[in-house]
């Protein structure tokens, strides 16, 4: 981003409101060099990578940055903005260091609000993919599959001055909504900017989306996100509609003091219609309560040390005792993902060894209690197990 437009976006209100003719001008200007940003499209390798800021590079700041980043990238990868509040994404987060496969640190200038040049320091994170989609299936969190589309951004902005199209050499102008897509996990494109395509501006303006439909046919996939930025009571607003295939999946309005903070809205809003639509959960079990039993337990150590790996687990929600033998104690566990879930989990670690499936015809013990839904297909063909060896 140029530093003419960095302290464009800065302005404070009220200088906003004294040069409306040059903040516009500020806001249409950059480098056509932008086009290699906008024109590719997202990849994994964008969606396991994170960047936090950190206020250091010490271990306990290192370790918390991973935390961030995994709750970024989960979010990335769902495409859900609250992700990472999702029950037992919390408990994995603290393992998180275990997922990195390698980081580095890396120095960014930006402008503060006042236009006075601000230094820090960021952590860049790369995750295990396989780990985090088997992390995601175990916790059954959506997935956002590959390759996502890049919906074609046309934005039209008025200071005052007049409605003006934001095209593909004018990238800069949108750089805010283009970088809030990105960390969202998928890009925008611009039009190209044509004489023609600046035509088009009045039917951003009064939310004609057949016409902008039309104007954008010759871009793929056939996905618009319509917006219009302008000054609203000493501040902006923006209108948005997202349409995907000539149909409108979404609408929108924001507003608020910060141009760059209300423009940003539009990718999200963006994200969260395209997920809506084509997220999808891992096949994995239904959450409820299931019997499982357990062997190998020849003290009450083995069972303490069974119970606390248990409560560790992000997929064990709750345990209750049921019965005990001499060879074997059955604890109902309240599960997230069912007994798939469980065993995914069970698989990294070194305390339980599953010692046969479950059977469908089986009627309560072991399997599933309560909250089981005998219409779900999930996981039949291949039945996880309900007895575990403790090691």
Known sequence: MTGALRT??????????????????LLLAGPAAAQRVEGDRASAGDIYTA???VRGQGEAERKS?????LAQVLGKLSGDRSAASRPGVGQELRRAEEFVTGYDYRQDESIS????PRYQTLLVARYDEDGVDALASTLGIPVWPAPRPKPVLWLAIDDGSGPRLVGLSKANAARSVLDRAVQRGYRLGLPGGSAAEHAVVGAIWRGDTAAVARASQRYSPPMQLIGKLYRRNGGWAADWIFVDRGRVLARWSES?????????TGADGAA?????????????GPAG???VTFRGLDSSEDYMRLSGYLQKLAVVRAIKPLHADAESIVLELELLTGLPGLKRMV??????????????TMPTEPGPVIDTDPDDESGTETPAPDVYLVR
């Open 51 to 53: 960047e936090v800021v």
């Open 289 to 291: 309560n299931y019997a």
């Open 8 to 25: 464009a976006f800065h302005l404070s209100r009220s200088a906003i409101r004294t040069t409306p003719i040059l903040l516009l001008l």
């Open 256 to 264: 608020g003091a910060d141009a760059r903070m209300v423009m940003a």
């Open 347 to 360: 698989d990294d670690g070194d305390v339980l060894v599953a010692l046969q499936p479950a059977s469908p």
């Open 272 to 284: 969260d219609a395209l997920t809506k639509r084509y997220a999808k959960r891992s096949a994995v």
């Open 113 to 116: 609000s006042s236009g006075a």
């Open 65 to 69: 940055a991973f935390a961030r980043g």
